[in-house]
């Protein structure tokens, strides 16, 4: 090889590459079943309607979770970036202070909290009701974030020009920012929507029955745990690798510069090459 | 400080393990993470057209799917009834941290190789610079500059995931604070807990958004 080659094959963009990924997968599965470690008789359960009829229900909790956190969390972080943008004074050190806490916690201590400290003030939550506030929590202020990084993003000009020339502080937002910062927003928050369905998962540590605790039901009865992981993950990976690449065309459509990326979130780290 | 809590000064020592636990994943994780990283990186850039997909199914499929799914399955896995590796909750936890945040580490070294612009790889191989010399004076120099910000990132994000790690029973902060709320019917657990986060995760993202304002303007 005379030359550096650099990235000449990535997933997706070449034949090869898709090929490869699958007989890899097939070579690992087939040398797990082999060598013992996988037996086949394990992995017959998932050949039986009734398995995914169950996992199915469990599917549907979790997306139900996810895209109710995902609205409630949207709804709450438009007005609480746009407070963290414009609020000075001791009103807006508390908005900012809420967001940057909040960002600062694991979102697994949140969901906790919730389940266990709002039952001591008196209001009776479900496990999953729980998880979906939790959700709610964190994820509203990341996309707040998100919102406010995007309005920054809109060069000032723009905004005098438009107050110059007679709109008020709503029409400038509604006509001039919002809709060149929403353009610009939509792959951190398609990210950001990742980072969301993988942690619905969390709800499964207070006891709420999603996906992986139905996956957990079933195998406590065939005795197929690590098969049953393989297989929740499987399902979260169809879900959510196809919302990265969406991500990631969405991002490669504008120019780096116009780039909104919030510090802390990985699932938000560009993927687009020069 | 902890006086104020009679339920923590109870348990003060067993707190105080929580929170080396939580350090003790944050920082072994971060190590296997840039370890696994480096090779990652490797493999997806100068892999060819056998190794690099492997690398590409490898970041795929481990940012893609639920830690804590990962972690449960490392935990089975690495049981002894399974490969015999290790029972220990820590050890399985650090593994499990590595290895999904190691794809998160490989995809950000791997985007700063590829933002030194390959014209400049050209010109020192024509120079007549080595592959090795050209990696060493020309790529690497750079591709630094571009990485640590995500890097810094990513080290924020394991820092709150340890706490996930409490779920295959590992006894971090959180876990150690429902330990105590259990024990003690008292919530202050779960206050200091947070607290200790914060001092983490706090001072960790005012640094990375420093260095990333430097880098910012440096470029």
């Known amino acids: 090889m005379t030359t550096v080659r650099i990235g000449r094959f990535t997933l997706g963009q070449t034949a090869i590459g898709r090929l490869g990924v699958v007989i890899v997968a097939a070579a690992l599965m087939t040398a797990g079943v082999l060598s013992g470690a996988l037996p086949a008789r394990r992995w017959e359960p998932f050949f039986q309607a009734t398995t995914w009829t169950f996992l199915g229900e469990g599917l549907i909790v979790t997306l139900v979770v996810g895209g109710i956190a995902l609205i409630g969390s949207l709804a709450i972080s438009v007005p609480l970036g746009m407070a963290r943008t414009e609020l000075r004074g001791p009103l807006g050190w508390l908005v900012t202070a809420w967001i940057e806490l909040v960002r600062a916690t694991p979102i697994l201590a949140i969901l906790v909290i919730v389940f266990l400290g709002v039952p001591r003030l008196g209001l009776r939550l479900e496990a999953l009701q729980a998880a979906t506030v939790g959700l709610i929590i964190y994820n509203s202020a990341v996309l707040a974030e998100i919102v406010r990084a995007g309005i920054a993003s809109i060069p000032k000009g723009e905004v005098e020009a438009a107050r110059s020339l007679g709109l008020g502080y709503t029409s400038t937002m509604r006509f001039v920012v919002l809709p060149q910062a929403v353009a610009r927003m939509t792959p951190a928050i398609v990210s950001q929507l990742i980072t969301l369905i993988k942690d619905t998962s969390l709800a499964f540590i207070l006891g709420a029955q999603e996906l992986v605790g139905y996956g957990r039901s079933f195998f406590n009865f065939y005795g197929n745990s690590m098969e049953t992981y393989v297989v929740i993950a499987v399902i979260f990976f169809l879900i959510c690798y196809p919302l990265s690449r969406l991500s990631r065309r969405l991002e490669a459509r504008q120019p780096p510069t116009d780039r909104v990326v919030v510090t802390g979130e990985p699932d938000q780290l560009t993927t687009a090459t020069p | ?219």
Do not use: H
């Not at chain 2, 790889?121 to 630094?144: D, H, N």
């Not at chain 2, 706490?163 to 206050?191: H, P």
């Not at chain 2, 706090?202 to 470029?219: D, Q």
């Open chain 2, 1 to 219: 400080m902890l006086e104020l809590s009679p339920a923590l000064a109870e348990y003060s020592d067993f707190f105080f393990e929580g929170f080396r636990n939580t350090l003790i994943l944050a920082v072994g994780g971060m190590i296997g993470a840039l370890v696994i990283g480096v090779i990652g990186a490797t493999l997806r850039v100068w892999g060819g057209p056998f190794l690099s997909p492997v690398g590409t199914a490898y970041v795929e499929f481990f940012r893609n799917t639920p830690l804590l799914v990962q972690l449960s399955f490392c935990a089975v896995l690495f049981a002894p009834r399974n490969l015999n590796i290790t029972a220990n909750p820590i050890i399985v936890g650090i593994l499990g941290l590595a290895i999904y945040t190691g794809s998160y580490v490989t995809e950000a070294i791997r985007s700063g190789i590829l933002s030194v612009d390959a014209r400049q790889v050209e010109a020192a191989r024509s120079l007549g610079l080595s592959q090795i010399a050209t990696l060493r004076f020309v790529v690497l120099p750079q591709a630094i500059r571009t990485v640590i910000p995500p890097l810094g990132n990513i080290a924020i994000a394991l820092t709150k995931n340890t706490a996930i790690v409490g779920a295959i029973a590992a006894n971090e902060l959180l876990k150690v604070a429902g330990v105590i709320e259990t024990r003690t019917a008292s919530f202050d657990g779960y206050i200091a807990a947070l607290i200790a986060f914060w001092c983490l995760t706090i001072p960790l993202a005012f640094v990375v958004s420093r260095i990333e304002r430097r880098l910012k303007f440096a470029r």
